[in-house]
């Protein structure tokens, strides 16, 4: 037997899943020892290359030829949803956060469409898993030294006019996941009511961002000039002249002379 599959089965718990997994390997080791190799019997299939011990236990020899097979896109995924049942403990861990990457990766399609089940049951042990204790940040605070390390590495830092046009242009139109619609228009009358209700209540004293502030004369004199511009319409109903964006919110249908 291969050594590193020796030493992952001494490492593994006894049971069905280690004896399927070195099974898989020892298949794929059989089949084709490079991605060239396997492409050559495959005719060109998609293949990938895996670690049969994993290189996050951080063994010595993970790098090591002998411990690469190559897998097709669903032997792989196989292969790891054994090892994420085959140890208890940190290197159960390990396995399930690499389950968790590969399940949620963009090229998950490879995988030949996990079902909603099997991702449930990843994505819920991968939440166990770093819940309490098995969080790396459980019962740590970040110090001020740190906290003012963090924030010096983000001060000053500007994005290039190439960056802001590409990200511009990427939220655009369609593109925009927001693109003609209104966070409003799925809500029923109550749920509309207590919407605007809590947005009041937001923008109330000392929660409105301008609190306690005035505009200078040089501001109001720029906000008059620019209202003084825009095009006017009139009231249906007391026949004031103003600018459209008053005119929709204080009259017409809402006039009080109505």
Known sequence: ???????????????????????????????????????????????????????????????????????????????????????????????IFALNRLSSSKNNQKYNKITSRVYQKIRTEFSREISGTGNGRYGKKIND???????????????????KRKMSLRNQGSNNPRYGKSPLE??????????????????????????????????KKLMSNSQKNLPKEKCNYCGLLASKANIARWHNNKCKNL
């Not at 924030?151 to 290039?160: E, F, H, P, W």
């Not at 109550?190 to 505009?215: A, D, M, P, V, W």
Request: some cysteine; aromatic content about 10%; overall charge positive.
């Open 1 to 95: 037997m291969n050594i590193y599959l020796q030493q992952i089965s001494d490492l593994a718990l006894p049971n069905k899943f280690i004896k399927i997994y070195i099974s898989l390997c020892t298949r794929a080791q059989n089949r084709a020892q490079t991605k060239t190799e396997f492409k050559l019997i495959t005719h060109n299939q998609y293949s990938e290359s895996h670690h049969i011990l994993p290189k996050s236990f951080q063994f010595d020899g993970i790098n090591d030829p002998l411990n690469r097979v190559i897998f097709t896109a669903k032997e792989h995924f196989i292969a790891h949803r054994l090892l994420s049942k085959m140890f208890v403990g940190k290197f159960k861990a390990k396995m």
């Open 145 to 163: 030294t740190t906290r003012q390390k963090i924030a010096n590495s983000s001060r000053g830092r500007k994005m290039s006019e190439n960056n």
């Open 186 to 219: 799925h809500m029923s009358d109550t749920q509309l009511l207590i919407y605007k209700e809590k947005q009041r209540n937001n923008s109330l004293g000392i929660k409105n961002s301008f609190y306690g502030k005035q505009h200078s004369d040089k501001s």
